[in-house]
């Protein structure tokens, strides 16, 4: 009886989930309610609060997993590179992978822009589960550079660079392409890594 609890829950839990994806790619983060999700799922409100606090979490849980996807292709590619160039080609076929869903570089957009009036979220949210961090960037570039490097200025740079692509893609400018950016983030790196190293 406990399992079958236990599995029902859990499948409330995915549907509430893919209820939540989707009307935030249909309606964005900001114009989703925790009543619309549990409507959409076919829940009482009650359900969800089972399984979160608040939209936040649910939120803050729906971009982990997509990231989480995306990383393990990531760590596969950055164990075959052999230079920093090639590290960094694993590291834009990965943030590539988050970009090319629009409707999710909308609702990040979105959530960090919601985040940022919250000192509590924005911790979360700069936690590398969440984000490339300029700590991460910096742990995965260590092999090919040298102590002198300074990964994390090199990894805020990239990441900079990574979300204001995103947020030039969701205004549809059109003027620079995913690998304008990619080149042009690839050239910086290079460039600081190797005066750094000199």
């Not at 996807?69 to 760590?75: K, V």
């Not at 030039?168 to 890594?193: E, F, P, Q, S, Y």
Request: net charge neutral.
């Amino acid at each position: 009886m406990a399992r079958r609890q236990q599995e029902k829950s859990q499948e409330t839990q995915q549907e509430l989930l893919a209820a939540a994806l989707e009307l935030f790619q249909e309606r964005g983060f900001f114009g989703t309610t925790i009543a619309d999700i549990t409507k959409k799922a076919g829940y009482a409100k009650g359900s969800f609060y089972r399984h979160w606090q608040s939209k936040d979490d649910i939120t803050l849980q729906l971009i982990e997993a997509k990231l989480a996807s995306c990383r393990a292709r990531r760590t596969e590619a950055l164990a075959r590179a052999a230079t920093l160039e090639q590290a960094l080609e694993a590291i834009w076929d990965f943030l590539e992978s988050i970009m090319e869903d629009k409707s999710w570089a909308r609702l990040f957009l979105e959530f960090t822009i919601h985040a940022s009036c919250d000192e509590g979220l924005k911790a979360s949210l700069a936690q590398s589960a969440f984000r490339l961090s300029d700590a991460v960037f910096a742990e995965l570039v260590r092999p090919w550079v040298g102590p002198k490097v300074p990964g994390e200025k090199l990894g805020a740079l990239n990441t900079c660079l990574f979300e204001g692509f995103l947020i030039h893609g969701v205004l549809g400018t059109g003027t620079l392409n995913k690998r304008d950016i990619r080149d042009a983030a690839k050239r910086l790196i290079l460039t600081l890594a190797a005066d750094a190293g000199k």
